[in-house]
């Protein structure tokens, strides 16, 4: 059976992929700053590499090697870009994109000794579209797209596909968040009128894109960007 570890899987939109992966017969371990209460692992900080491999090396003890990776942890930021601090850029940068290279380089030794491995980055619609007060988050999640293009054509030969999944509008803790502090530019309901499919998404929603990437058929599908938004970004 394989092993699939899920940043961020404690939450929103990374606790429905762990929840679909498990459902699909696949082990699966979160990392979380708050995971859910398997103990597979420790709370993790995805920023902090010493905390990663201590995460992934309890997640080895008990399940075997990691051949599945998805980096859904996130952070996101609203501030204006004149007023916006260097730490406040460090810890969005840190978190969306530092976290990934922690994680992708703290597993794929275990892909690359299985000769396959997968993949799959949350990244954002915001790197599509771009987002007003959010230039910290939309370089950060742009720069997870860029990572994800380029360790694809690396890791081709070796039987790892890398693909990024960014979402669009998904209703998590996250976005309500946003909505109650007034930075969605309106509410979810307004938002939804202008959605092509006309509804917000759902946190399954992602799951579904995961769970088929993951999945031998997508043998493949590598480097590629598949937007999960209803249509709000072609
Ligand atoms: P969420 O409900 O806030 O879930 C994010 C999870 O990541 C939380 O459990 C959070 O823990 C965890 N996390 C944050 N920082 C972490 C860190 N440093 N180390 C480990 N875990 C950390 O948000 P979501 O909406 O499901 O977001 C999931 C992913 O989708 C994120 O990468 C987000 O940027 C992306 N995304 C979401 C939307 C959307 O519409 N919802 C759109 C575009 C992209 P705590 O709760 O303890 O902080």
Redesign the pocket.
């Known amino acids: 059976m394989r092993t699939a570890v899920v940043?961020?899987g404690?939450?929103?939109?990374?606790l429905a992929i762990a929840e679909r992966l498990s459902k699909d017969g696949y082990q699966v371990a979160a990392?979380?700053?708050?995971p859910p209460d398997t103990g597979l692992a420790p709370a993790?900080?995805?920023?902090d590499r010493a905390q990663v491999d201590a995460a992934l090396a309890a997640v080895r003890d008990r399940l075997g090697p990691v051949t599945i990776l998805v980096n859904?942890?996130?952070?996101?930021g609203f501030r204006r870009f004149t007023d916006l601090t260097f730490a406040a850029w460090q810890r969005v940068i840190d978190?969306?994109l530092n976290?990934v290279f922690h994680c992708v380089q703290a597993t794929l030794p275990d892909m690359l000794d299985a000769g396959w491995g997968r993949i799959v980055n949350?990244?954002?619609?915001?790197a599509q579209s771009g987002q007003p007060f959010m230039t910290h988050y939309v370089a950060a999640?742009s720069a997870v797209n860029g990572l994800t293009k380029a360790l694809a054509l690396e890791l081709g030969p070796h039987g790892v596909t890398v693909n990024a999944v960014?979402?669009?509008?998904?209703d998590?803790?996250?976005?309500r968040r946003a909505e109650e502090r007034d930075q969605i530019g309106g509410t979810i309901e307004k938002h939804i009128q202008r959605t092509p499919v006309r509804r917000v998404?759902r946190?399954e929603d992602i799951a579904a894109a995961c769970a088929f990437l993951v999945s031998e058929e997508a043998g493949y599908i590598t480097g590629q960007i598949l937007g999960v938004n209803g249509g709000r970004n072609t």
């Open positions: 940043t961020g404690g939450s929103g939109i990374g990392l979380d700053l708050n993790t900080d995805v920023c859904a942890a996130g952070t996101d978190v969306n976290g949350i990244s954002s619609s915001s999640k960014p979402p669009g509008f998904i998590t803790p996250m976005l998404g946190p």
